[in-house]
Structure formats: structure tokens, C-alpha cells
């Protein structure tokens, strides 16, 4: 559904982004209070947008006072594996209360979805895999003894795996004697498109009561926010807010920038059957690096059981280029961790495999901004969320809604 504005209309809230985030924020304001809420992108949900598009539409934005057409954006396409997983994240560190909310939110989701006569499984992709950090050295081994403490401490569910009960659980995965694992037998995987694509169905049906309204693929004319702007708008948003405050008194920066992935798909993917998502201890290291270009094993099999590849890592600008490159990177590195890879060519793959490429918005630091615009009284901005979007955006939501404070907002706001 696209809605066509011709005349001037009003909403309560305009999202402007429509990636998992701005979706999400749409849907916790539909359910959570009685706004009326329109969400606005130049492309589909999740896809993207030109360069030139965001020109006019931080022009016309300004001229505006950031409440009125056209609204032009923004590239969110959702690449991800859908890990919803706690075996990467770290107790007590700034995040952790927003990732623990987000966690529970989205079993909630999955329970609603349920409730309502319906499998979660088959609509989000929802299902308890566990996950796996896993490690090849003794000096990973210790670092991975270490997280199991932590994370046993605040209270999840995790286990230290040797190289013998890890080969016991994942028979595909092959690390040598020194390795093992730290295993989170009750973390979660989702599909991120289904979970996109059933989000955008459920806040369309506040369409009949006029509350909910998307404008996508096309200009506007007259389309007005009564209340305020929530602008969720990836890596573009560091550019659209200089342009937005370029003529208030106002010094604001937000230091996002694009960080590009690749993710190798292998449909129906037979030569074996992974249990759990897997992921190298050394994804952590590259995640929060700001390396120009990484690798990092990381393993899930979907729903459809497809085999899902990653990670790739680059700052290359606003770039979405497949890289032949870095396909086989991630496929050799993959191999090294899964040897049954070694026997298949992906040349043979050819007609099987997809290629997803994206643009992850990086945070120096790895937190997010999320919360008021300073000096502007009712724009909100979400956005920042790099490679961790689909595991915190319904807490980011949440957030934003501000119904009731479950994380501290302090944490992500930045004065002035």
C-alpha cells in the first residue's frame, strides 16, 4: 500500500524512514497511544533511495520547519541474519538494559503472534536456535570462559563447550582441540523480511481508522506533522540533519556513516544442517573496530533452510556494489570453520546462491542516538543502530514512546 497526497493532510507523528526501526516506531505508536501516524520513504519499505533525492528533500524539509513535503529517502535494506541473540553482547556495558528490553519485546511480539492463532515461526521466521560464540585458540578459549561467566552472571542461560561437546551439538562445525564454544541454548533467530513485511501489514490495518498513512515512490504535496517528526533515517542521517539545522542557531552533529555488507545465501542449502547460529569470537573485534574492511565467520540457517554467510565489514561511502572479492572471502572463511564448504565450488552455487548487499549506519562508540533533536522541541531521532537494528528496534521504539522509561534515555542522547 502507497497512499497518494494531493491535498494537504495531516498526521500526528511522520516517521521518516521506513527500515525496521522507522516501521517499528510506527507500529509501537499505533498500538501504544491513539496518534496517527505516517511514514514516509522514496522507495519501498527496506530498499533505498538516491543521493539527489535527499537534496531536495532536506531542502524543502528546512523550508518547511522539518514538518511538510516532499519526503525523500532512504536506503535501510534489510540484509540481516535475524539474531536476536545475547552471546555477542556484553552485561553491564551502556547498551545492555535496551538490548535486554528489546529481547523481551520481541518474545512478546512472538507470544502476541501466537495468541492470535497464528505460528511465529511462520510469520516472523521466530524460532529458539541458541547460538554459538565460538573460538579456535586457547587465548579465545579463556576469552570465551570469561563471557560465559558474565553473561552467567546476569542471569541468562550459558554454557562453556569444548571442541568434544561442541562437535556433539554441531557436527558440521570443526574447530581442532584447543577451541570450543560459549553457547546460549535460548537465543532466538528470526527472519528479518517476514518480521519487516508482517510489521507493515499490522500497521496498515490502523489504515481504515485514519490513523496510519505511507507515502512511498513518490513526491508529496501537503502533507503536514501536527505534533512532531521522528527521523530514522540510517546513514543518511548524519547529512539530512546538517541541511535540517543549517539555518537555526543550532550545533548538532551525528556521526553516522555507511558501513557496507555482504551476506552469501545458499538456497535449500542440503549438505548439511546447522542447529544453531554460529559466529567467530573474532566478529566482536571487527565489529567494533573501525577497520577500512573486515571478515568474520557467522553461520545461520533460516526457516526455509537457506544457509546464510556473512560478515563483511567496509567503509567504502555509500557504495552497494556486489564484490566478487568479498563473496569469496566470506566463503573461504567460512570454510575454514565448516570444511564440508570445501568440497562445493561456488561456481557449481551459481543458480542457487543470492547475494545481499547493505548498508549498515555505524556509530563511533557502537551506541546508538536515539531521543529530541537539541534545540528542536519535537523532532526525534532514532538512528544509528549499525549492524544491530533488527535485535534493538522495538526497544528503540519503546523509547520513544517513552511509556513507561525502561531503559535509561540519558544513555543515548547527545547535548548540543
Same mark, same amino acid.
Given at each position: ?28 505508536? $499505533?498500538?501504544? @497511544?491513539?496518534?496517527?501516524?505516517? %511514514?514516509?520513504? /522514496?522507495? !519501498? ?6 543521493? +539527489? ?106 554454557? $562453556?563447550?569444548? @571442541?568434544?561437546?561442541?562437535?556433539? %551439538?554441531?557436527? /558440521?562445525? !570443526? ?6 564454544? +560459549? ?109 577500512? @574492511? ?123
Amino acid at each position: 500500500m502507497s497512499s497518494t497526497v494531493s491535498d494537504s493532510h495531516s498526521y500526528d507523528v511522520v516517521v521518516v524512514g521506513a527500515g525496521i526501526i522507522g516501521l517499528s516506531i510506527a507500529r509501537q505508536l $499505533l498500538n501504544g @497511544s491513539d496518534l496517527s501516524v505516517a %511514514v514516509v520513504d /522514496a522507495a !519501498v519499505p527496506c530498499s533505498g533511495a538516491t543521493g +539527489a533525492e535527499w537534496v531536495e528533500f532536506t531542502r524543502v524539509l528546512k523550508q518547511r520547519c522539518y514538518f511538510r513535503q516532499p519526503f525523500h529517502l532512504v536506503f535501510s535494506l534489510v540484509i540481516g541474519q535475524g539474531y536476536i541473540w545475547m552471546v555477542n553482547k556484553v552485561p553491564g556495558s551502556e547498551k545492555w538494559e535496551l538490548v535486554m528490553r528489546s529481547r523481551q519485546l520481541w518474545e512478546k511480539f512472538a507470544e502476541d503472534v501466537k495468541y492470535l492463532g497464528m505460528d511465529p515461526q511462520e510469520v516472523l521466521g521466530w524460532k529458539k536456535t541458541g547460538s554459538l560464540l565460538v573460538g579456535k585458540t586457547s587465548q579465545e578459549m579463556a576469552a570465551l570462559k570469561e563471557k560465559v561467566e558474565q553473561l552467567s552472571k546476569a542471569g541468562l542461560k550459558a554454557e $562453556l563447550l569444548s @571442541s568434544t561437546e561442541l562437535q556433539e %551439538v554441531e557436527p /558440521a562445525l !570443526v574447530i581442532g582441540e584447543e577451541g570450543g564454544a +560459549a553457547f546460549l541454548p535460548d537465543d532466538y533467530q528470526l527472519d528479518a523480511r517476514r518480521s519487516v513485511a508482517y510489521i507493515e501489514k499490522e500497521n496498515r490495518k490502523y489504515a481504515t481508522e485514519g490513523r496510519y498513512g505511507e507515502y512511498y515512490n513518490q513526491p508529496l504535496t501537503g502533507l503536514l506533522s501536527k505534533k512532531a517528526i521522528v527521523i530514522a533515517t540510517g546513514c543518511w542521517t548524519g547529512s539530512l540533519m546538517q541541511e535540517l539545522i543549517r539555518d537555526f542557531d543550532i550545533e548538532f552533529e551525528v556521526p553516522v556513516k555507511p558501513r557496507k555488507g555482504h551476506l552469501l545465501v545458499i538456497e535449500n542449502f542440503s549438505s548439511f544442517k546447522l542447529n544453531h547460529g554460529s559466529m567467530e569470537v573474532g566478529y566482536l573485534g571487527h565489529r567494533d573496530a573501525n577497520e577500512t @574492511s573486515s571478515i568474520s565467520m557467522t553461520a545461520t540457517m533460516d526457516t526455509s533452510g537457506n544457509l546464510v554467510l556473512g560478515s563483511s565489514r567496509q567503509f567504502v561511502g555509500f557504495s552497494t556494489e556486489i564484490s566478487k572479492h568479498i563473496i569469496n572471502q566470506i566463503w573461504e572463511r567460512a570454510g575454514e570453520f565448516f570444511p564440508s564448504l570445501r568440497e562445493l565450488s561456488l561456481t557449481d552455487l551459481e543458480k542457487t546462491r543470492e547475494v545481499r548487499v547493505g548498508l549498515r549506519p555505524f556509530m563511533p562508540g557502537g551506541k546508538p542516538m536515539i531521543g529530541l533533536v537539541p534545540g528542536l522541541s519535537n523532532a526525534f531521532l532514532a538512528a544509528g543502530h549499525e549492524g544491530e537494528g533488527l535485535t534493538l528496534a522495538l526497544g528503540t521504539a519503546d523509547m520513544v514512546l517513552g511509556n513507561p522509561p525502561k531503559v535509561d534515555n540519558a544513555l543515548y542522547t547527545h547535548s548540543s
